[in-house]
Every structure is written in C-alpha cells, then in structure tokens.
C-alpha cells in the first residue's frame, strides 16, 4: 500500500493511515510518503515492513551502521539528529496534552554527541559459531555483533576481545550474557556475565577467561558472575569503578545500575538538583546516590531510599551517613513507614524521584501527595508513564514549573526528561 507517513509515534515507526486505519511503518519520517505491506493486522490498527521510500524527508540521511535495520537496538540512524531531537519533542509533548495536563511550559531539549554516548551494552552469547549478538528487530533472534557505533570506544574493542577468546574458553556453554561498563574517561572496564545454570564451580574457570582478556584489553579490571535469580556467584578482580560526575566521585559496583550516557550524566544531575537547598530532602530510587551526593551538599540532611541491594551498597559509599540517611527499601513501602512516624515530622523540602520504566504508579503518587512537599523533581524515561503521574500530582495542586526532554539515548526512540513541580 501506499501511505503519506503523519508523525513518529513513541517506539520508532511512523503512522500513516488506510481508509482511516493506523498503519505504523518503521524507518519512516514525517512527511515522507512510502509503500509498505502489512505484517500484522489488528482491529484498530496494523503494523507494516518498509518497502519502498518514494518521496523522502529532507531530513532523511544514510544510516552509519551495517547493523542498522536488522539490529533492534536503534531506530533513528536514518533521521538527522537534528530531525530526532524534534520527533522526541513532539512526541512528549503530544503524549502530555494527552494527558489532559494545564499549562504546560515550553519543553526545552538537552542533547550531546550522538556516537559513542553508551557507558554500557549487554549482549547474548552465541555458541555456533561463538559471537556477541544483540537480538534482531522485533524477535528474539539473535544477530552477531563486532562493533556498536553509539558504544563508548573502549566497549567495542571488549566486542573484539572477547569474541576471539570466546570459543577457546567455551563462554557460551555457561554464560548466556555479558555485560560491559566503562567509566567517564574509559580506563576502567568490567565485565558482568550471567550463567546459564545455577554452577557454583565457576570460579577457575572465569579466572582463567580474566587473565587471558586482560593481556588482550589492559582497561579490564574486574568480573563478576550472576545467576539467574541475580546472586552472585563468582567474582575475579576489583568488583567496582571510580565514575567522575561533576568532579565528584561515585563507587559503582558491577550489576548497579547507573545512567548509561557518559556525556549528558553531568547535565542530568544539574538539571535534577538545580539550585535547590534547604533543611531535608529525599531521593527516592537513588541507585548509587548519582542525585543524593549532589543534594547532600545543599541540605542539611538527605534521605536516600534504594530498594536494590547491588546500588544500596554502593549508596552507603557515595553519601556518608552523619546527618543523612540511607534506606534499603522500595520507595512504596518507606513511605507507608513515613505515614506511621510521629505527628509532627517535617515534610521534605524537595523530593527527587527517578522511578524504572514502570513509573511512580498510584500508590507512591497518593503517598506523595500526602506527603506534600513543596518541590518534586520527577526524572523520567517512559512518557506514557511519565504523563499519567503528572496528570495525578497536578490534580492534587502540584503546578508544572519546567519540562526539560533530555536526550539520553541518540539514535533509539527511548527518551528521558526532567520535571518540576511545586506547590502554589
């Protein structure tokens, strides 16, 4: 069929429209007009495979990777980045007013260098032939890999070097995964792997794996093995990094989580902790304390909540106790224990929160509320979820003071932001 493409819709593909039906065609841009089939058709809507651009975008370019189209990964190299920035623009602030939200401010977007931006990447193992795969566009298929061009340098050379010693050390006969993570100056690099199977009787094997991928890439410092059920199982090397943000210094362990763009962790704890002071906040989801360090030095006391074990410990390191205070708990179940603390306690300041894809969900947002401090910052990175918990915080008398979209991961259709909310 033929479709004149309307707009990008979140997830990558473009929408046009038979006889008034959605059709979403991915590798398209707005404007563009195109012939497609379709591959799947449900009642409301179809999705289609490209086949032919026949009037193209001004904004349309060639695509850097060889990958690019079978790889899953990305969904824009054949936009312009500027033209990217735009399509994540519009689709926030379309999915906002869908959310019947007053007011809105202007979205200001924060972008950098789109190649080269990822401090980390995880792939699957393949046994034949061995090779590193990332999973093919809409399957679970795998596809070999030997470079990743939106990969910090350092992560694609560990590409290289573990698929020549892959076979000789018969990774994937126990591994399923491996994960590698970089510091911001790329002269630290560990390496995470999953088993297949509960085996205890790792650790010389993953010794000897270590010592022969170190001679191969000299920034490999250190290794762990996970299970299934996320254990750790195995360990070879120093088990965490030094990462610099804002010439402050964070421990990351491996299998803590830790934002993945090394050129915008900077301006994102920035623009989360602003210019904001006072006697307490809170930083719930604080993972390693990436915004509560910052905080820590503006507010007489912080509380950091993280619910992941990995992260928590490496909180302790990253904010010292003192006056402030570190909780190993989900965020839902430390403010039904603020509910219950004595009539009287002070209510934060200010609130940070940077929830999963899974967003705040109705009853952190109803806690929240009742909590009423006077700023809440929500970072985020699903604008559906995004929208349906503003929607309920504005309704409760928070005001939208500032939308900010940055762009966190260039070239993909995924997309972080930063809102502040206030009270009057």
Known sequence: ???QIEKCVYGGAGLGRADGKAIFVPFTLPGEVVEAHIIEDKRSF??????AVLESSQERTAPFCEYYGGCGGCQYQHATYAAQIE?????????LDRARLRSLPEISPIYAEPLGYRNRIRLHLQRQPFALCYKRQSSHANLPVLHCPIAAPVLERAIHAVTRLGERFNL???FEEIEFFTNEAQTVLLVLLRANAADRNLQQELKSFC??????????A???VFSAKAEKIAGWGTQALTYCVAAKTYRVSIGAFFQANRFLVDRLVELATADFSGKLAWDLYA??????QELSHRFEQIVAVEGSLHSSKDLRENVRAGSHKIVHSETLQFLQRQRGSAPGSAAPDLIVVDPPRTGLGGSV?????????????YVSCDPATLSRDLHALVESGYHLRNILMVDMFPQTFHLESVTVLSLG
């Open 287 to 292: 993972g390693v304390g990436l915004f509560a």
């Open 1 to 3: 069929m033929r479709l």
């Open 222 to 224: 250190g290794a762990a």
């Open 211 to 220: 010592e022969a991928l170190r001679q191969d890439l000299p920034q490999f």
């Open 365 to 377: 947002v109803s806690m929240l509320t009742k909590v009423r401090p006077q700023t809440i910052v």
């Open 172 to 174: 994937a006969d126990r």
């Open 46 to 51: 179809a999705n289609a495979d490209l086949d």
């Open 87 to 95: 399509i994540k623009l519009n689709i926030l602030r379309e999915t």
